[in-house]
């Protein structure tokens, strides 16, 4: 057996006989399964809810009776956002967004009912997900079992005896990183359990489990790295807990909230009463559908005439409140994708900021790599937002077509009595209308975009492994 | 005294808890200072929507002024809304990062409007934000770990700990006054930034003594853990590895566990379901007969119920009351909804009497007004000037009164700070 293992096998077994450490490593065990069964249990039931609650408004929708198109433009219908089967390892901003939307005409509103405000204050204090225990709990577990291990031999000197009895520097050092990395792939094994759960799902595919993976095994083995580090540059045990303590501290905990509030004060967003208001605004400088003398309108008017070659609106063929309905809807879809997309490009700005206080704590990267794989970073929310506006427009566009193909334009200003029945489509229509569907990304485009954060992890991971060498070199020698 | 101010000199010649305590005292700096602005953006953000509300009730203006409908104008005009932040929001900013503290309503179904959300990235939500609260609760316990893990053993460490237990004056006595010397200048590293904040916030004296009381209540606690484990006479490091270990479970571990478990315990039937009950009775109006809504309308409003009746015509007045007999329908699911949030919210302020960490936070939040109840309590004041919206509206469109440009100013406002 060679040095390095036996010195591996020794450390370990030192750890085996502490019962602090045992006890500690039985915690996170349990911790971690916890956390896997509940966000699985969580992941599991929201997406039931959800898929529950489109069923049912879809069934709504197809159930109505015979309308008036513009009705039906008014009653919209309501879409929820799916919840991937990666949220069950990470569920990211789920919690922190509005879930489900009401799609109308002329408006577009807010995703609604986010956890968040549906929780206690606890939800603030951070949420139990086999990610977070990945991210925060596992290292600070390493580092109480792993910051004596180099410290602790210089510290009683045993570390001189072993050089005196042949053991190279490298040797040492190479088999307490070893035994720290089985700790630290024993701290991690179980959460990744939740990825394995994950596998068999529909819709799971393998490559951002991949990458996910490999992440936080880089994420592990970079702590090991930083405590064998730091446990090799201090000379007493207790200094190095304090360091490795206060590292842990400012990366997992410190600098994620400050990054956040930095990046919210750098990057100001403008409130939903503003833009409503502005685009009203634009809108009102764009045209005005129900002023006669508009310019606007009355071009556009003028040129449904000649395209039907009409010299009046009542001879066309066609129902021109139909057709002004769909000039109308297709002016403020145009104002609302360039305000959403003025938003969102703010809100990407913000999280380029975070990212790049990233490069100072991986943890930032990984968590934000983390959710990006699994698709339920803000990205997957405008994912959601965006595919929603589009369906939102084709669903009140096809309506107003119909308004304008199957509603005579006599019949729609007509106030007799049986006006109203005749202004009315089939509810059969209702029902060729396609439900919402969530178009999720490939496991590829996931993958993908987590690639820059595990980049990060990486080239710290070998960052840290370049001081090691360093740091070992000059072992024993202070 | 002088005995104090030799133990002072002493520390100031250590380097870690100089560190710690410069640390904490920058970091309470920064907090406040980001709470501070954060606050100040959000006054702002209020005292701007005079101006934007003044240009787009012009514009309904305009419109209206061709029909003189008050119909036009209730379904056109919406007003703002807002809930100001407290003197010491800056402290605890709490919720308002995810909740609105602006919204604008119409006299329509307000069950379809009072849940809307305002913009807010959800990626910085999910990290929580850097707030007093925040080092209070989350840094603080830290730091006393620092200063407090070798109180007594890095004395024994260092071979000293017999000598000076057996010294007059020693042992206990000496042990308690630079206990109380470190806590003390914690409690300063704390305590004199959100002292100076708080008087620049014009948070208020009775105010800033309470918070500066739960901040020494809630340091106190963790010198007092930190004191017994000390007494267990392990290792400085295992004394500062059983703090940690003491600190991750209780700030963070356990409330996470404890936020799990409410929300299984009081299951809350979702909004969204309000929303969709709301809107299928609002739609269904459409589908039956005219009188029968205003029946039903009129036997809850009798106030209302002299007004002409309707024509073959569209009215408004129709349009409107179905929109509120929508809202009366869902009145109990809403008690419910509310019922169960208080519920969640009650759980987890009473597990605040067992766990510091979510007392002081929940205190905190509770005494900013930036908590659950809170957004509650503006959920209310919007319910009481929505009606108060619906009545001025039905003023003119029940006894058929026109409606000019004079008559938007005579509009309800919305009293935020009341």
Redesign the interface.
């Known amino acids: 057996m060679s040095t390095v293992t036996l010195i591996a096998r020794d450390e370990l077994r030192l750890l085996v006989r502490n019962r602090v450490a045992i006890i500690g490593i039985a915690l996170l065990l349990m911790l971690t399964l916890a956390a896997v069964a509940s966000a699985w249990a969580h992941q599991r039931g929201i997406a039931e809810l959800r898929s529950r609650h489109a069923h049912a408004a879809e069934a709504a929708f197809d159930a109505q009776p015979d309308r008036h198109p513009h009705r039906m433009v008014h009653y919209g219908t309501f879409i929820f956002r799916p919840l991937g089967p990666l949220a069950a390892f990470d569920p990211g901003v789920d919690a922190f967004t509005g879930n489900s939307m009401f799609l109308e005409g002329h408006r577009q509103n807010t995703a609604n009912f986010g956890d968040v405000r549906q929780s206690s204050v606890l939800i603030r204090f951070g949420q139990l997900t086999p990610a977070t225990v990945l991210q925060a709990v596992a290292p600070l577990l390493l580092i109480f079992l792993g910051y004596g291990v180099l410290a602790r031999e210089t510290e009683r000197g045993t570390l001189r005896m072993l050089m005196l009895q042949g053991v190279k520097r490298r040797q040492i050092v190479l088999g307490k990183l070893l035994a720290l990395s089985v700790v630290a792939m024993a701290a991690g094994l179980p959460a990744m359990l939740g990825l394995v759960a994950v596998i068999g799902q529909p819709g799971a595919s393998a490559l951002p489990m991949v990458v996910i993976a490999t992440a936080y095994g880089a994420y592990l083995a970079l702590w090991a790295v930083v405590i064998a580090l730091v446990s090799a540059c201090v000379d007493r045990s207790r200094d190095a807990l304090l360091v490795l303590t206060a590292l842990w501290a400012i990366s997992t905990i410190l600098l994620p909230r400050a990054a956040a509030d930095l990046a919210s004060a750098a990057v100001p967003l403008s409130n939903r009463l503003q833009t409503d208001v502005a685009i009203a605004r634009d809108l009102r400088a764009m045209g005005d559908s129900h002023d006669p003398d508009d310019p606007h309108f009355a071009a556009f008017k003028q040129s449904v005439l000649d395209r039907y070659g009409a010299n009046r609106v009542e001879d066309l063929p066609v129902n021109y409140k139909g057709v002004v309905a769909m000039e109308g809807e297709r002016m403020t879809s145009s104002l609302f994708n360039r305000y959403a997309g003025t938003a969102f490009n703010a809100q990407a700005r913000q999280n380029a900021l975070v990212d790049m206080i990233g490069l100072l704590s991986p943890v930032i990267a990984l968590r934000s790599l983390s959710m990006t794989a699994a698709g339920t970073d803000l990205d997957g929310h405008r994912r959601f937002l965006e595919q929603a506006e589009a369906y939102r427009y084709a669903l009140v566009q096809r309506l107003n077509a119909m308004q304008a193909e199957d509603v005579s334009y006599a019949d729609d200003i007509a106030t007799d009595p049986g006006a109203d029945r005749r202004k009315r489509v089939s509810a059969e229509r209702w029902r060729a209308v396609a439900g919402f569907r969530f178009a999720a990304p490939s496991g590829a485009a996931l993958a993908c975009a987590a690639l820059p954060g595990l980049a990060v992890v990486l080239g710290w991971l070998v960052v840290a492994v370049g001081l090691l060498g360093l740091a070992a070199r000059r072992l024993g020698a202070g | 005294m002088m005995l104090l101010m030799h133990e002072l000199r002493l520390l100031s010649r250590q380097r870690?808890p100089v560190i710690a305590l410069a640390l904490l005292a920058l970091?309470t700096v920064?907090a406040l200072a980001?709470g501070t602005?954060?606050v100040k953006?959000q006054r702002e953000?209020i005292a701007?929507?005079w101006t934007?509300?003044a240009?787009?009730i012009g514009?309904v203006a305009d419109?209206v002024e061709?029909s003189h409908d008050a119909g036009s104008a209730a379904y056109y005009s919406?007003h703002?809304t807002w809930d100001a932040p407290s003197r010491l929001a800056f402290a605890a900013l709490?919720?308002r990062?995810?909740?609105?503290y602006?919204l604008?309503v119409r006299a329509l179904g307000l069950e379809?409007q009072i849940?809307?959300?305002?913009?807010?990235?959800?990626?910085?939500?999910?990290?929580?934000?850097?707030d007093f609260a925040?080092v209070l609760v989350?840094?603080a316990p830290?730091f006393v770990?620092?200063l407090f893990h070798?109180l007594v053993s890095g004395e024994q460490e260092a071979g000293r700990g017999r000598l000076l237990e057996a010294l007059s004056g020693g042992g206990r006595t000496l042990w308690r006054r630079r206990g109380a010397l470190r806590l003390v200048l914690l409690w300063a590293a704390l305590g004199l930034p959100f002292t100076l904040a708080a008087a620049m916030n014009g948070a208020g004296a009775a105010a800033t003594l309470i918070v500066l009381a739960v901040v020494l209540a809630y340091l106190l606690f963790w010198v007092v853990l930190a004191a017994w484990v000390n007494q267990l006479r392990w290792?400085?490091?295992?004394n500062?590895?059983t703090l940690?270990?003491a600190w991750?479970l209780l700030?963070?571990?356990i409330?996470?566990?404890?936020?799990?478990a409410?929300?299984m315990a009081v299951p809350?039937h979702?909004?969204?379901?309000i929303?969709?009950a709301q809107?299928?009775e609002v739609?269904r109006a459409?589908?039956i007969p005219r009188e029968d809504t205003m029946r039903r309308f009129y036997a809850r409003h009798p106030e209302w119920s002299g007004s002409a009746p309707l024509g073959?015509?569209f009215h408004y007045k129709w349009y409107l009351a179905f929109h509120q007999n929508g809202d009366e329908s869902v009145a109990s699911r809403v008690h419910d909804y509310r019922n169960s949030?208080e519920a969640?919210?009650r759980?987890?302020?009473a597990?605040g009497w067992l766990l510091p960490?979510?007392g002081v936070?929940?205190l905190l939040?509770r005494m900013a007004r930036t908590?659950?109840s809170a957004?509650l309590r503006y959920q209310d004041r919007i319910r009481v000037f929505h009606r108060r919206l619906r009545t001025f509206y039905y003023g003119y469109l029940f006894e058929d009164r026109p409606f000019s440009r004079g008559d938007f100013g005579r509009a309800p406002r919305f009293g935020g700070d009341t």
Do not use: K
Not at chain 2, 97 to 100: M, R
Not at chain 2, 255 to 260: D, F, Q, S, T, Y
């Open positions: 870690l970091l920064i980001l602005a954060e953006r953000a701007a929507i934007a509300h240009e787009d514009a419109h061709l919406f703002p709490g919720m990062d995810v909740s609105p602006i604008r379809a849940y809307d959300g305002d913009t807010f990235n959800p990626e910085l939500a999910l990290a929580g934000r850097f925040f989350f840094l830290l770990i620092a070798d290792s400085s490091a295992a500062a590895a940690a270990s991750l700030v963070l571990v409330p996470a566990l404890a936020n799990v409410i929300n809350i979702q909004g969204a379901e929303a969709l809107r299928e739609n459409w589908d073959p015509e949030l969640r919210d759980a987890a302020r597990l960490s979510v936070q929940s939040m908590d659950l957004q």
